[in-house]
Protein backbone atom coordinates (compact mmCIF):
# COMPACT_ATOMS: atom_id res chain seq x y z
CA UNK A 1 0.00 0.00 0.00
CA UNK A 2 2.71 2.38 0.77
CA UNK A 3 4.34 2.15 -2.69
CA UNK A 4 0.77 3.55 -3.87
CA UNK A 5 1.38 6.82 -1.97
CA UNK A 6 4.66 8.72 -4.39
CA UNK A 7 1.96 7.61 -7.65
CA UNK A 8 -0.93 8.89 -5.74
CA UNK A 9 1.10 11.99 -5.14
CA UNK A 10 2.28 12.34 -8.37
CA UNK A 11 -1.15 11.83 -10.34
CA UNK A 12 -2.73 14.56 -7.87
CA UNK A 13 -0.17 16.97 -8.64
CA UNK A 14 -0.83 16.73 -12.17
CA UNK A 15 -4.44 17.01 -12.00
CA UNK A 16 -3.82 20.44 -10.13
CA UNK A 17 -1.45 21.63 -12.62
CA UNK A 18 -4.12 20.66 -15.39
CA UNK A 19 -6.55 22.93 -13.78
CA UNK A 20 -5.95 26.36 -14.04
CA UNK A 21 -6.75 28.55 -10.63
CA UNK A 22 -9.52 30.84 -11.86
CA UNK A 23 -8.42 34.20 -10.59
CA UNK A 24 -5.74 33.90 -13.56
CA UNK A 25 -8.66 33.05 -15.94
CA UNK A 26 -10.43 35.93 -15.02
CA UNK A 27 -7.72 38.26 -15.06
CA UNK A 28 -6.23 37.36 -18.41
CA UNK A 29 -10.32 38.15 -19.70
CA UNK A 30 -9.90 41.55 -17.80
CA UNK A 31 -6.38 41.88 -19.14
CA UNK A 32 -5.88 40.46 -22.79
CA UNK A 33 -6.57 42.93 -25.40
CA UNK A 34 -4.96 41.40 -28.44
CA UNK A 35 -7.38 39.50 -30.42
CA UNK A 36 -6.17 36.43 -30.47
CA UNK A 37 -4.98 36.43 -26.72
CA UNK A 38 -8.57 38.06 -25.70
CA UNK A 39 -10.58 35.07 -27.25
CA UNK A 40 -8.24 32.48 -25.97
CA UNK A 41 -8.60 34.30 -22.26
CA UNK A 42 -12.19 33.49 -23.26
CA UNK A 43 -12.83 30.39 -24.34
CA UNK A 44 -10.49 29.29 -21.36
CA UNK A 45 -12.56 30.87 -18.76
CA UNK A 46 -15.53 28.79 -20.23
CA UNK A 47 -14.16 25.87 -19.68
CA UNK A 48 -12.90 26.90 -16.60
CA UNK A 49 -16.37 27.50 -15.28
CA UNK A 50 -16.28 30.83 -14.75
CA UNK A 51 -19.68 32.77 -14.29
CA UNK A 52 -21.27 33.72 -17.17
CA UNK A 53 -21.83 37.36 -15.70
CA UNK A 54 -17.76 37.98 -15.74
CA UNK A 55 -17.78 36.37 -19.33
CA UNK A 56 -20.17 38.88 -20.47
CA UNK A 57 -18.73 41.70 -18.81
CA UNK A 58 -15.46 41.02 -20.02
CA UNK A 59 -16.25 40.92 -23.19
CA UNK A 60 -18.38 44.10 -23.49
CA UNK A 61 -15.10 46.16 -22.24
CA UNK A 62 -13.13 44.23 -24.19
CA UNK A 63 -15.11 45.55 -27.09
CA UNK A 64 -14.92 49.22 -25.71
CA UNK A 65 -11.63 49.02 -25.90
CA UNK A 66 -11.32 47.96 -29.12
CA UNK A 67 -13.41 51.69 -29.96
CA UNK A 68 -15.57 49.53 -32.72
CA UNK A 69 -19.48 51.02 -32.00
CA UNK A 70 -20.53 48.81 -34.02
CA UNK A 71 -19.80 45.87 -32.54
CA UNK A 72 -20.72 47.50 -29.36
CA UNK A 73 -24.46 47.54 -30.87
CA UNK A 74 -24.81 43.93 -31.91
CA UNK A 75 -23.43 42.92 -28.58
CA UNK A 76 -26.83 45.15 -26.83
CA UNK A 77 -28.87 41.18 -26.75
CA UNK A 78 -25.79 39.95 -24.72
CA UNK A 79 -26.50 42.35 -22.20
CA UNK A 80 -29.94 42.97 -22.24
CA UNK A 81 -30.12 39.50 -21.32
CA UNK A 82 -27.58 39.16 -18.81
CA UNK A 83 -29.30 41.82 -17.48
CA UNK A 84 -32.40 39.65 -16.87
CA UNK A 85 -30.62 37.28 -14.53
CA UNK A 86 -27.66 39.55 -13.28
CA UNK A 87 -25.61 38.47 -10.22
CA UNK A 88 -24.11 40.80 -8.14
CA UNK A 89 -22.43 38.69 -5.95
CA UNK A 90 -21.00 37.13 -9.53
CA UNK A 91 -19.83 40.84 -10.97
CA UNK A 92 -16.63 42.10 -11.40
CA UNK A 93 -16.74 45.45 -12.73
CA UNK A 94 -20.50 46.18 -11.76
CA UNK A 95 -20.77 45.36 -8.00
CA UNK A 96 -24.27 47.06 -8.53
CA UNK A 97 -27.54 46.37 -10.41
CA UNK A 98 -27.63 49.91 -11.74
CA UNK A 99 -24.24 50.04 -13.03
CA UNK A 100 -24.62 47.13 -15.11
CA UNK A 101 -28.18 48.33 -16.11
CA UNK A 102 -26.37 52.22 -16.86
CA UNK A 103 -23.94 49.85 -19.40
CA UNK A 104 -27.20 48.34 -20.89
CA UNK A 105 -28.76 52.12 -21.47
CA UNK A 106 -24.73 53.09 -22.80
CA UNK A 107 -24.95 50.41 -25.81
CA UNK A 108 -28.61 50.76 -26.18
CA UNK A 109 -27.36 54.81 -26.98
CA UNK A 110 -24.26 53.96 -29.10
CA UNK A 111 -27.02 51.44 -31.74
CA UNK A 112 -29.28 54.52 -31.80
CA UNK A 113 -26.35 56.70 -33.34
CA UNK A 114 -25.55 53.06 -35.25
CA UNK A 115 -28.88 54.21 -36.77
CA UNK A 116 -28.53 58.18 -36.78
CA UNK A 117 -31.46 58.25 -34.09
CA UNK A 118 -30.17 61.31 -32.23
CA UNK A 119 -33.25 61.55 -29.99
CA UNK A 120 -33.45 57.90 -28.86
CA UNK A 121 -29.50 58.69 -28.27
CA UNK A 122 -30.23 61.71 -25.79
CA UNK A 123 -32.72 59.11 -24.14
CA UNK A 124 -30.23 56.54 -23.81
CA UNK A 125 -27.02 58.22 -22.59
CA UNK A 126 -29.27 60.29 -20.04
CA UNK A 127 -30.74 57.21 -18.78
CA UNK A 128 -27.15 56.26 -18.18
CA UNK A 129 -26.19 58.96 -16.61
CA UNK A 130 -29.14 58.85 -14.16
CA UNK A 131 -28.31 55.22 -13.47
CA UNK A 132 -24.29 55.46 -12.90
CA UNK A 133 -23.35 59.27 -12.27
CA UNK A 134 -19.92 57.66 -11.07
CA UNK A 135 -19.35 56.42 -14.70
CA UNK A 136 -20.52 59.92 -16.32
CA UNK A 137 -16.49 60.19 -17.41
CA UNK A 138 -17.20 57.71 -19.55
CA UNK A 139 -20.65 58.44 -20.54
CA UNK A 140 -19.59 61.86 -21.23
CA UNK A 141 -16.27 60.99 -23.22
CA UNK A 142 -19.02 59.48 -25.74
CA UNK A 143 -21.52 62.33 -25.90
CA UNK A 144 -18.40 65.20 -26.27
CA UNK A 145 -17.29 62.51 -29.54
CA UNK A 146 -20.97 62.45 -30.96
CA UNK A 147 -20.72 66.37 -30.30
CA UNK A 148 -17.42 66.54 -32.21
CA UNK A 149 -18.10 64.46 -35.03
CA UNK A 150 -21.83 66.28 -35.85
CA UNK A 151 -19.73 69.79 -35.91
CA UNK A 152 -17.02 68.33 -38.13
CA UNK A 153 -19.42 66.70 -40.46
CA UNK A 154 -20.54 70.58 -40.89
CA UNK A 155 -17.56 72.19 -41.07
CA UNK A 156 -15.91 73.38 -44.23
CA UNK A 157 -12.31 75.77 -43.93
CA UNK A 158 -11.62 78.69 -46.12
CA UNK A 159 -8.51 76.84 -47.37
CA UNK A 160 -7.48 80.50 -48.46
CA UNK A 161 -7.44 81.90 -45.11
CA UNK A 162 -3.66 82.11 -43.63
CA UNK A 163 -1.76 81.83 -40.69
CA UNK A 164 1.37 83.26 -39.41
CA UNK A 165 4.83 81.50 -39.40
CA UNK A 166 6.71 80.90 -35.62
CA UNK A 167 9.66 82.39 -37.27
CA UNK A 168 8.74 86.05 -38.50
CA UNK A 169 11.47 85.81 -41.19
CA UNK A 170 9.54 83.28 -43.18
CA UNK A 171 6.88 83.36 -45.64
CA UNK A 172 3.04 83.90 -44.19
CA UNK A 173 1.22 81.59 -46.48
CA UNK A 174 -2.30 79.86 -46.87
CA UNK A 175 -3.61 76.57 -45.80
CA UNK A 176 -4.25 75.50 -49.88
CA UNK A 177 -0.07 77.31 -50.80
CA UNK A 178 0.93 74.32 -47.65
CA UNK A 179 -1.82 71.47 -49.25
CA UNK A 180 -0.87 72.01 -52.83
CA UNK A 181 -1.71 69.39 -55.26
CA UNK A 182 -2.55 66.78 -52.45
CA UNK A 183 -5.71 65.19 -51.56
CA UNK A 184 -5.14 66.38 -48.15
CA UNK A 185 -3.26 68.31 -45.57
CA UNK A 186 -1.94 67.14 -41.92
CA UNK A 187 -2.57 69.99 -39.01
CA UNK A 188 -0.91 69.49 -36.26
CA UNK A 189 -2.13 71.11 -32.98
CA UNK A 190 0.76 71.16 -29.82
CA UNK A 191 1.58 72.90 -26.76
CA UNK A 192 5.33 73.77 -25.69
CA UNK A 193 3.29 73.17 -21.87
CA UNK A 194 1.87 69.66 -22.48
CA UNK A 195 4.08 67.37 -21.20
CA UNK A 196 2.07 64.23 -23.75
CA UNK A 197 2.39 67.18 -26.27
CA UNK A 198 6.26 66.63 -25.90
CA UNK A 199 6.87 63.76 -25.55
CA UNK A 200 4.84 62.22 -28.46
CA UNK A 201 6.92 64.92 -30.96
CA UNK A 202 9.33 62.25 -32.04
CA UNK A 203 6.02 59.97 -33.05
CA UNK A 204 5.12 63.51 -35.00
CA UNK A 205 8.88 63.56 -36.80
CA UNK A 206 8.04 60.01 -37.99
CA UNK A 207 4.25 60.52 -39.15
CA UNK A 208 5.34 63.97 -40.71
CA UNK A 209 7.95 62.12 -42.90
CA UNK A 210 6.33 59.31 -43.43
CA UNK A 211 3.15 61.38 -45.03
CA UNK A 212 5.75 63.28 -46.93
CA UNK A 213 7.05 60.63 -48.98
CA UNK A 214 3.45 59.75 -49.45
CA UNK A 215 3.09 63.58 -51.15
CA UNK A 216 0.58 64.27 -48.20
CA UNK A 217 1.89 67.64 -46.08
CA UNK A 218 2.04 68.52 -42.42
CA UNK A 219 1.57 71.95 -40.46
CA UNK A 220 2.44 72.43 -36.75
CA UNK A 221 0.31 75.23 -34.98
CA UNK A 222 0.69 76.31 -32.08
CA UNK A 223 -2.90 76.92 -30.87
CA UNK A 224 -2.69 80.42 -28.60
CA UNK A 225 -1.06 84.01 -29.15
CA UNK A 226 -0.17 84.49 -25.41
CA UNK A 227 3.62 85.34 -26.09
CA UNK A 228 4.84 83.50 -23.07
CA UNK A 229 3.75 80.22 -24.79
CA UNK A 230 5.40 81.56 -28.27
CA UNK A 231 8.72 82.33 -25.98
CA UNK A 232 8.68 78.64 -24.60
CA UNK A 233 7.82 77.19 -28.04
CA UNK A 234 10.68 79.46 -30.03
CA UNK A 235 12.76 77.76 -27.33
CA UNK A 236 11.53 74.06 -27.87
CA UNK A 237 12.19 74.77 -31.82
CA UNK A 238 15.61 75.83 -31.65
CA UNK A 239 16.23 72.13 -31.15
CA UNK A 240 14.15 70.54 -33.24
CA UNK A 241 14.65 72.42 -36.12
CA UNK A 242 16.38 69.46 -38.29
CA UNK A 243 14.27 66.92 -36.69
CA UNK A 244 11.25 68.03 -39.24
CA UNK A 245 10.40 69.98 -42.53
CA UNK A 246 6.89 70.32 -41.02
CA UNK A 247 6.57 74.37 -40.85
CA UNK A 248 5.62 75.99 -37.31
CA UNK A 249 3.13 78.19 -37.21
CA UNK A 250 0.58 80.10 -34.87
CA UNK A 251 -2.97 79.78 -34.41
CA UNK A 252 -5.32 83.24 -34.95
CA UNK A 253 -5.96 85.37 -32.33
CA UNK A 254 -9.65 85.82 -33.85
CA UNK A 255 -11.90 83.16 -34.89
CA UNK A 256 -9.15 80.23 -34.20
CA UNK A 257 -8.74 77.25 -35.72
CA UNK A 258 -8.34 75.85 -32.54
CA UNK A 259 -11.73 76.74 -31.94
CA UNK A 260 -13.48 75.39 -34.80
CA UNK A 261 -11.72 72.19 -34.59
CA UNK A 262 -12.69 72.30 -31.05
CA UNK A 263 -9.71 71.15 -29.73
CA UNK A 264 -9.25 70.34 -25.97
CA UNK A 265 -6.17 68.21 -25.83
CA UNK A 266 -2.70 68.25 -27.03
CA UNK A 267 -1.05 66.65 -29.69
CA UNK A 268 -4.26 66.59 -31.99
CA UNK A 269 -4.23 66.14 -35.60
CA UNK A 270 -6.76 67.44 -37.69
CA UNK A 271 -7.02 65.72 -41.21
CA UNK A 272 -8.27 68.13 -43.92
CA UNK A 273 -9.63 67.73 -47.11
CA UNK A 274 -8.46 69.89 -50.16
CA UNK A 275 -12.11 71.09 -50.32
CA UNK A 276 -11.23 71.71 -46.56
CA UNK A 277 -13.82 69.15 -44.99
CA UNK A 278 -12.40 67.46 -41.84
CA UNK A 279 -11.57 63.83 -42.46
CA UNK A 280 -10.12 62.97 -38.92
CA UNK A 281 -9.92 65.32 -36.18
CA UNK A 282 -8.20 63.56 -32.96
CA UNK A 283 -5.56 61.88 -31.32
CA UNK A 284 -2.66 60.62 -33.67
CA UNK A 285 -2.53 57.37 -32.14
CA UNK A 286 -5.88 56.48 -33.39
CA UNK A 287 -6.72 53.88 -35.28
CA UNK A 288 -9.32 55.20 -37.34
CA UNK A 289 -6.42 58.16 -37.91
CA UNK A 290 -4.30 55.74 -39.89
CA UNK A 291 -6.98 53.93 -41.80
CA UNK A 292 -8.38 57.58 -43.05
CA UNK A 293 -4.81 58.34 -44.19
CA UNK A 294 -4.18 54.46 -45.51
CA UNK A 295 -7.56 55.40 -47.68
CA UNK A 296 -5.70 58.29 -48.99
CA UNK A 297 -2.34 56.89 -49.83
CA UNK A 298 -2.75 53.35 -49.88
CA UNK A 299 1.15 52.42 -49.75
CA UNK A 300 1.50 54.22 -46.22
CA UNK A 301 2.56 51.70 -43.53
CA UNK A 302 2.40 53.00 -40.34
CA UNK A 303 6.06 53.83 -38.59
CA UNK A 304 6.98 52.35 -35.40
CA UNK A 305 7.05 53.96 -31.95
CA UNK A 306 10.75 55.56 -31.26
CA UNK A 307 12.60 55.07 -28.18
CA UNK A 308 12.29 58.52 -26.65
CA UNK A 309 14.44 60.43 -23.97
CA UNK A 310 12.40 62.21 -21.59
CA UNK A 311 11.87 65.58 -22.78
CA UNK A 312 12.59 68.39 -21.16
CA UNK A 313 9.86 71.08 -20.19
CA UNK A 314 9.59 74.55 -21.42
CA UNK A 315 8.74 76.81 -17.80
CA UNK A 316 6.32 79.38 -17.76
CA UNK A 317 8.01 82.43 -16.30
Sequence with gaps: ???LLPLLFTIGTLLAQDSPNPQDLVEALYNEREPAAFEAAHTSALKGGI????LV???FLYIVDTGDNAAIAAFLPNLEAQALVYSADDS???????????IVEYARAIAALEKNDTALFKKHIMEAFWLSPAQSGFFGKLVDDVRLRDAMDQLKIDM?????PQDPKQKTQSLKAYLGDSPALLIHFWSPWSRESLESMPDFYQTAAALKKNKIPTISILPTSVPESQLAANEFIKEQSEKTSAPWLIDSAKGSL???????AFPTVILLSKEGKVL???HPASDSFWQELQSLAPGLEQPDAPIRAEPELPQKE
Design 51 to 54: AQQI
Design 57 to 59: ESR
Design 1 to 3: MKS
Design 160 to 164: TRTLN
Design 280 to 282: FNG
Design 258 to 264: ESAFRVQ
Design 92 to 102: MAFPMRENFFA
